[in-house]
């Protein structure tokens, strides 16, 4: 059974840096694609970035490119999300979410809230 | 602004067919399949259609999707109160090299 686990949300003030954690089991970690998506309160989900299976290729929203970092550990079966310069508009759940064998979003994790305010 | 545009939202009453349309371009839905998530009320979404038309196993074969150039739309039949939620529609767009996502639909069962 694939779980994903998300943890490290929180609240922290505006400018602050933040570290998501996604931990994965039930698959084959490095063979999938993951994606970080946000879900602002009441709002619409956003996608945030993705890294591939190997690590090698990574890609961002223009609104968090030059501010977060995806990066995967392959001996940990872990996601993560390094969050800096956070501003209030990054309030939102984030959830961690594991590719498919084509080209969807199959599984998804619980979510993590991060709340940016002073 | 979402990238795939829906209705924000639609109804029907139990037994009722209702239709959720979702409109993006040529960098997503026009060359990239169609993917559909319900999300119920304080919950993960969680995959309904993949592929434009297929269903995960465990999905009733009430929920049916389909593609047309650049649009798509997700068939609901058998309308029934468990199927009160969000759905939001997505798709990978080339020119952005991410995910994009419809701003979600509202299903209210009358």
């Known amino acids: 059974e694939v779980q994903l686990v998300e943890s490290g949300g929180g609240l922290v003030q505006p400018g602050g840096s933040l570290r998501l954690s996604c931990a994965a089991s039930?698959?084959?970690?490095?063979?999938?694609?993951m994606s970080w998506v946000r879900q602002a309160p009441g709002k619409g989900l956003e996608w945030v970035s993705t890294i591939s299976g190997g690590g090698g290729s990574t890609y961002y929203a223009d609104s968090v490119k030059g501010r977060f970092t995806i990066s995967r550990d392959k001996s940990k079966n872990t996601l993560y999300l390094q969050m800096n310069s956070l501003r209030a508009e990054d309030t939102a759940v984030f959830y961690c979410?594991?590719?498919?064998?084509?080209?969807?979003?199959?599984?998804w994790g619980q979510g993590t809230l991060v709340t940016v305010s002073s | 602004q979402s990238v795939l545009t829906q209705s924000p939202s639609a109804s029907g009453a139990p037994g009722q067919r209702v239709t959720i349309s979702c409109s993006g371009s040529s960098s997503n839905i026009g060359s990239n399949p169609v993917n559909w998530y319900q999300q119920l009320p304080g919950t993960a979404p969680k995959l309904l259609i993949y592929d434009n038309n297929q269903r995960p196993s465990g999905v009733p074969d009430r929920f049916s999707g389909s593609k047309s150039g650049t649009s798509a739309s997700l068939a609901i039949s058998g309308l029934q109160s468990e199927d009160e939620a969000d759905y939001y529609c997505?798709?990978?767009?080339?020119?952005?090299?991410?995910?994009?996502f419809g701003g979600g639909t509202k299903l209210t069962v009358l």
């Open positions: 039930g698959f084959t970690f490095s063979s999938y694609a």
């Open positions: 979410a594991k590719r498919g064998s084509g080209l969807y979003v199959e599984y």
């Open positions: 997505a798709a990978w767009d080339d020119s952005l090299n991410g995910w994009v």
